[in-house]
């Protein structure tokens, strides 16, 4: 239980005191009902309360009489309120209670007056039900008679419908068909308000199954009247009776009952002997629509097979294994696998249709019509055969039907069919079931297979120039939706090609009754089928003549899948020996650069002829393949140029000179370890390499030409992307090749590098020579810095006017770190440096310090003489500051080492720890060497550097050791070099004396 303290009064009148009481008592009651918790409540301590307002015990005496007498006052109060409430409360009480009781009676007669209500609107509900139950019956009635009525009148014009469509269809002779037209669609839209009749009602199932029987035979007849027309009544005959290839049979497989096909052939041959008009023909057509887009598609696709027979018959590889096993004398295509194609013309947009007087090409060297060799013959076939198409049916077909395109595109899906077969490996039945391989003899002929892919190519484009000038057509753009009819340069896949068909009931582009065909202004149209809906029956009930022509609304011009690539694509797969030649032809370029070293100055860089020609070549031929085709053989291309392009790489990388092995690989006496042991930074220089006088001209156009490959893959990696299709572009990445050429570069300036070094290694085993220790007398600048000068500047100025300027800064950063590092590896291989021989070192130091800030800023103009001082070669421009920071960095380093070496041993510690502020207790000893220090002198050196005494003497030991092995290897190096030369000598004066 908490205490709460309360609130402060600030005046002792006893009234207010007890006012204070009565209101913490109310906020504790109202506190103390809301909340949830009984630990929380707080109670009235009136011992704190007293404390509280009275802080003495005096004042609290002093008001404790008026304080009772206040309090008691206000309980008397209270008491007399609490009684007159109680009063009041007793004599209200009686009348609450005939209040309540007053309410009841008032809701249980409310009760009463609601059931009174709901049972007179039952009895209501009852006598309106009675009243109006004999208008129900009429109204039911007459709303049967209404159906009964309209049923009838629709029965009626069903069986007028199907009596002139019998009359149509069995009667007239030949059957007419512009009325056929009209009544299929009609009957079929009145046989909808029946279709609940049909299996409860036998006449209803009998007139249906005869409408099923006359769509039949319209069908049927149509199909027969379209042979006749095209092939004569003896073959429409025989491919009727099964007889002929074709069967009468469709891709659905609806065709001729053979039970029945005898029957129906003499019915139709005792009818129709003679072709029929045009006009018959093209209300033929018009039956066909109204049969429906299934009947329709199935007859498009059976007029498609019987044409294209004799085309299989002809040019089927199966039906020509003999000829494919004959003689292999050379097709009349000519030339061998490494010659290529002519090239290629632009197709004409005008239709070639042979004339009569024009004959086959008998005279080829392969006879068989279906070799890679006489692809040019089937595509004269079927020109031929669309010019007797055009007479035989002359403007027959709905335009809508597009049926010149789906034709086209049968042929096409044949004759890659034909081809595949020619490049696979299958084998087929021939003379006397013998089996015969089907796979042409020319295709790895590269100028038989250009050339058919180039005619193939050439005729998918013609059809496609034909049907839109001639047909109307309209084809969809590369990203398959509709776009003003072009279909130039678009390739679609076989296999979407295929499903398209599949799903299109046989025929490649054909909408099916609920696909939706976008048109010209962007809506969906959804040709209707024949049946139509019931709702349009109703619209023309009005009419009592069954005859109407029911006319559906132009359909929108529909985009169809383009032509081009529906055959040639056959031949992706089978382009190996084309890129193969390719390949091959640039392989030879890459046997002649090899050994060519011929500049092309030309450019903004003068570049090996080789790598000019090489890309060209490139650019030829891809130019050659996307005129042929952009899909996977423009692919494979590619991944002969990177196979090319990283076999250049290496033929550059041959044009350098070989590492230098054995004592021959050193500079002034130290390997390529010794060299660049011990320096700041390492230059990356790895290996030794000797370049012979003007061949650093040639490592120089090597360099250059690598940075012109490098920008022109670059280019080439971006013209492939363009170029090529759109399921390939994110598998081209030429970054690799344009890497190899990077590392090509990057070990072409190392060569020069190392080469320059190397040009000065008489000059460093001339400073290495000299007897430092001895040396009383300071001069100019020493030989070997004339030396120096003389190798370093024209070989910089060749340079510099060759490389472009970013690599040359790369050269000169290089040349200048392991110049640097070498020279102070060899200044720290002498035994002893005088004092004067410090000064003479310092003053070259200072004359190759100023040779190598001048490097990148050299000119020709310069004075090149080593006789000249150092500043009248001072050139006018100034080098790069990071360049100059860092040479200067270097030279610091090795004058600090020369001026440690003259100061005095006593000083040598304190100037040792100021002006080498991060050497170590190793170069403090290189140091004490140099200055020719014994060796108990340097352990005490040591000793006050820091370093244990006993560690320091070993420490000195090892570098004289140390030192003194490494100038008996050299003694005994030169030694063995000596004698070689002289043995070789030997060799060859006795070589030289056998020939004499």
């Known amino acids: 239980m908490t205490k709460t303290t309360m609130p402060t009064s600030q005046s002792q009148d006893p009234e207010e005191l007890v006012d204070t009481i009565d209101s913490f008592c109310a906020s504790t009651s109202t506190s103390t009902s809301t909340s949830t918790s009984t630990t929380r409540r707080i109670q009235f301590d009136p011992v704190d309360f007293l404390n509280h307002h009275f802080q003495t015990e005096s004042s609290l005496l002093t008001a404790l009489p008026t304080l009772r007498t206040t309090l008691s006052k206000r309980i008397s109060t209270l008491d007399d309120s609490i009684s007159s409430t109680i009063q009041k409360q007793s004599d209200c009480a009686h009348a609450t209670l005939q209040d309540v009781t007053l309410a009841k009676q008032s809701v249980l007669s409310l009760q009463e007056r609601i059931q009174t209500v709901q049972e007179k609107a039952r009895i209501s509900e009852q006598t309106v039900q009675e009243i109006t139950k004999e208008m129900k019956r009429l109204d039911y009635a007459k709303k049967h008679l209404s159906k009964t009525i309209t049923a009838l009148k629709r029965l009626h014009m069903l069986l007028y419908a199907v009596r002139q469509l019998n009359y149509a269809v069995r009667i007239c002779d030949p059957p007419d068909y512009h009325s056929a037209a009209n009544l299929v669609g009609a009957v079929q839209l009145l046989l909808g308000h029946f279709r609940g009749y049909m299996e409860s009602v ?83 057509c018009h039956v066909m629509e109204a049969l429906g887009q299934t009947k329709q598609r199935e007859f498009m696709d059976l007029f498609c097979r019987d044409h294209l027979e004799p085309y299989v018959q002809l040019f089927h590889p199966m039906n020509n294994t003999s000829a494919s096993t004959g003689s292999s004398s050379s097709s009349s295509g000519g030339g061998g696998a490494s010659q290529m194609t002519s090239p290629i013309v632009k197709p004409s947009l005008k239709m070639v249709v042979a004339t009569g007087e024009e004959k086959e090409d008998v005279s080829c060297a392969n006879p068989n019509p279906a070799s890679l060799d006489q692809v040019e013959r089937r595509y004269g076939w079927y020109r031929r055969m669309l010019r007797e198409l055009d007479e035989v049916f002359p403007n027959v077909f709905p335009r809508h039907w597009n049926m010149e395109y789906y034709m086209t595109c049968a042929f096409l899906r044949t004759s890659r069919k034909h081809l595949l077969l020619l490049f696979s490996e299958k084998e087929g039945g021939g003379v006397g079931d013998k089996a015969v391989l089907l796979r042409d003899r020319d295709c790895e002929n590269v100028t038989v297979l250009l050339k058919a892919l180039q005619k193939t190519i050439l005729f998918e484009k013609e059809m496609t120039a034909w049907l839109q000038r001639e047909c109307g057509a309209q084809f969809q753009d590369s990203g398959g939706s509709g776009g003003g009819g072009g279909s130039g340069g678009v390739e679609d896949a076989p296999r979407e090609r295929e499903d398209e068909t599949k799903r299109n009931g046989g025929l490649g582009g054909m909408p ?89 100055t030309r450019g903004e860089l003068p570049v090996l002829i080789s790598s000019t020609n090489l890309f060209l070549y490139i650019k030829n031929s891809i130019t050659r393949c996307t005129t042929l085709t952009k899909r996977k053989t423009l692919f494979s291309l590619y991944r002969a140029f990177q196979r090319i392009l990283k076999k250049y790489s290496k033929v550059l990388l041959s044009k350098y000179p070989s590492a230098l092995s054995g004592p021959a690989a050193a500079i002034g006496g130290l390997g390529i370890s010794g060299l660049t042991a011990g320096g700041s930074s390492s230059s990356g220089i790895k290996d030794i390499y000797r370049i012979p006088k003007g061949d650093e001209t040639l490592i120089c156009h090597v360099i250059d030409t690598c940075e012109y490959c490098t920008e022109t893959v670059e280019a080439l990696q971006d013209l492939i992307i363009d170029k090529i299709d759109e399921k390939f572009k994110s598998k081209i990445d030429m970054s690799a090749e344009e890497e190899a050429f990077h590392d090509v570069t990057a070990k072409g300036i190392r060569v020069l590098v190392s080469g320059l070094v190397h040009r000065t290694d008489q000059a460093f085993k001339g400073m290495y020579n000299i007897n430092w220790s001895a040396l009383d007398v300071v001069g100019e600048e020493s030989a070997y810095v004339r030396a120096m000068h003389t190798e370093v500047q024209p070989f910089v100025l060749e340079v510099k006017s060759i490389l472009p300027s970013s690599y040359f800064r790369n050269f000169c950063d290089q040349f200048a770190m392991f110049f640097t590092t070498a020279f102070f590896n060899t200044i720290t291989r002498q035994k002893r440096i005088s004092e004067s021989g410090t000064q003479q070192l310092l003053l070259d130091v200072y004359n190759l310090k100023t040779l190598l800030l001048r490097l990148p800023v050299l000119d020709k103009s310069d004075p090149s003489s080593p006789g000249k001082s150092p500043k009248a070669q001072v050139g006018s421009s100034i080098a790069p500051a990071v360049y100059t920071k860092m040479v200067t960095k270097q030279f610091q380093h090795i004058e600090t080492l020369l001026k440690l070496v003259g100061t005095p041993s006593n000083l040598l510690l304190d100037v040792f720890k100021v002006q080498w502020h991060e050497g170590t207790a190793s170069d403090l000893q290189t140091v004490m060497t140099l200055k020719g220090m014994k060796r108990n002198d340097q352990a005490a050196m040591l000793e006050k550097f820091g370093v244990d005494p006993i560690v320091a003497m070993k420490s000195t030991a090892n570098i004289n050791d140390n030192l003194q092995s490494l100038q008996d290897r050299s003694s005994d190096v030169a030694a063995k070099v000596n004698n070689d030369l002289i043995q070789m000598r030997e060799k060859v004066e006795r070589f030289r004396g056998a020939f004499r």
Not at 256 to 266: E, G, L, Q, T, Y
């Open 202 to 284: 036998e006449k209803m199932r009998m007139l249906n199954e005869d409408v099923e029987n006359m769509r039949m035979e319209l069908k049927e007849g149509i199909v027969f009247v379209f042979r006749v027309a095209a092939f004569g009544s003896v073959k429409a005959l025989e491919m009727t009776d099964g007889s002929g290839v074709s069967g009468g049979v469709g891709i659905a497989g609806v065709g001729v009952d053979n039970d029945n096909a005898n029957d129906k052939s003499k019915q139709w041959s005792e009818k129709i002997m003679i072709p029929l008009p045009p006009s018959c023909l093209k209300d033929a």
């Open 512 to 600: 099916q009754e609920t696909i939706g065909i976008q048109s010209q202004d962007g809506t969906l149209w959804k040709s209707s089928s024949g049946s139509g809906s019931r709702e349009a029956v109703d619209n023309r009930m009005e009419s009592s003549n069954p005859q109407t022509t029911i006319e559906d609304d132009a359909p929108p011009v529909v985009f169809l899948p383009p032509l081009i690539g529906m055959a040639s694509s056959a031949f992706e797969n089978f382009m190996g020996p084309y890129i193969a030649l390719e390949e091959q032809n640039m392989e030879d370029q890459l046997k002649e650069a090899a050994s060519d070293s011929t500049v092309d």
